[in-house]
């Protein structure tokens, strides 16, 4: 999806996906977030909005919280609902008590 009239194939479209993005070395915290398991809930989320060229060199894609998040809380998004059985790994809840993760609030039976 690289859009030519914009110089260097560069967009801000947000239905541009844009392959693949490898954080390595570049000290983004994004790449440390977890999926949230069965108990807990996530506490951030994509928009979508992506940026740089597609399979560039440069580039990116915008999270934001979805509400306050407390100093050593774990930082949580949904990696999509085959993540988890494409791997055969079974799906857990990743908070510890030192950096505890957002819960779901449980359900009155």
């Not at 990116?60 to 949580?76: A, R, Y």
């Given at each position: 999806n690289i859009d030519p009239k914009v110089e260097g194939g560069r967009t801000l479209k947000t239905n541009n996906y844009n392959g693949v993005l490898n954080p390595g070395g570049t000290g983004d915290i994004v790449q440390y977030a977890a999926c949230p398991g069965p108990n807990e809930k996530q506490n951030m989320r994509s928009t979508f909005q992506y940026f740089g060229k597609r399979n560039g060199d440069l580039g990116?894609?915008?999270?934001?919280?979805?509400?306050?998040?407390?100093?050593?809380?774990?930082?949580?998004h949904w990696y999509g609902s085959d993540w988890w059985s494409s791997r055969g790994l079974k799906r857990c809840d990743v908070g510890t008590k030192r950096y505890p993760a957002t819960l779901r609030k449980k359900k009155e039976v």
């Open positions: 990116g894609l915008e999270f934001v919280t979805l509400m306050p998040i407390q100093k050593n809380t774990q930082l949580l």
